[in-house]
């Protein structure tokens, strides 16, 4: 019954584009991310997510607090307001990605290739709900604060628990960016051996002036100082 609508390629460039459109949100926001550790220094939302150890991140977080009131005001919202935006930004990326494979694996013939990337659709669930635990963990420490307990004993303590966020971030990033590179790959070869309609070229074009118009506007308006 949803068939019709899930092999739609104009579903996907929707999302696609809605999932542009919030991620050059987010990049103006981490444009004020800035935390102090013995001088004040900018970080990236990645440092945040995936710190080599847990006492980096730790570092991270309770240097937002040790910043000058301005600064710390702008840089705690934006932080906030980045991973609540996220919520937004789960459903349209690992949709996106989830349309992407379903519509690939209607393509093959075999049932094996089917099979593979209807697997890699449903699939897709996994990394949104190790984002949606990310998040929330994240959004914990920062509601902690400077109250966060960095002792020797308390990072030791904390050593496995890290190491089973840095498992859950490498299942959430290795879910979403091979389903999405086997997607591309098995796109690519439709495309080289004519495997194509007039309306699916219609909708890559579409995409790659999405993705176009993007990274016009990145580089136009990301590095505003104004903002």
Request: proline letters at 2%; aromatic letters at 16%.
């Amino acid at each position: 019954m949803l068939s019709p609508y899930l092999n739609n390629w104009q579903l996907f460039t929707i999302f696609f584009g809605l999932m542009l459109l919030v991620s050059f949100i987010m990049m103006r926001q981490s444009r004020h991310f800035s935390t102090f550790y013995v001088t004040k220094r900018k970080f990236s939302i990645m440092e945040l997510e995936t710190p080599a150890t847990y006492a980096g991140m730790i570092r991270i977080i309770k240097g937002l607090f040790l910043l000058p009131e301005i600064d710390r005001k702008k840089s705690i919202d934006a932080l906030k307001g980045q991973l609540w935006l996220d919520f937004l930004f789960m459903p349209l990326a690992y949709g996106s990605i989830f349309l992407l494979c379903w519509r690939v694996s209607a393509k093959f013939q075999s049932a094996f290739g089917h099979y593979v990337f209807l697997v890699f659709a449903v699939l897709q669930v996994v990394p949104w709900i190790c984002d949606i635990i990310e998040n929330i963990y994240l959004l914990g420490k920062i509601k902690q604060g400077v109250n966060i307990d960095d002792s020797k004993e308390a990072l030791e303590k904390k050593a496995n628990l890290h190491k089973a966020y840095l498992i859950m971030e490498a299942v959430k990033w290795g879910t979403a960016l091979t389903a999405t590179v086997c997607a591309v790959s098995a796109i690519c070869y439709f495309w080289l051996t004519g495997g194509y309609t007039a309306t699916s070229l219609k909708y890559a074009v579409i995409a790659l002036v999405e993705t176009a118009a993007f990274i016009f506007i990145s580089k136009r308006f990301g590095n505003d100082k104004n903002v």
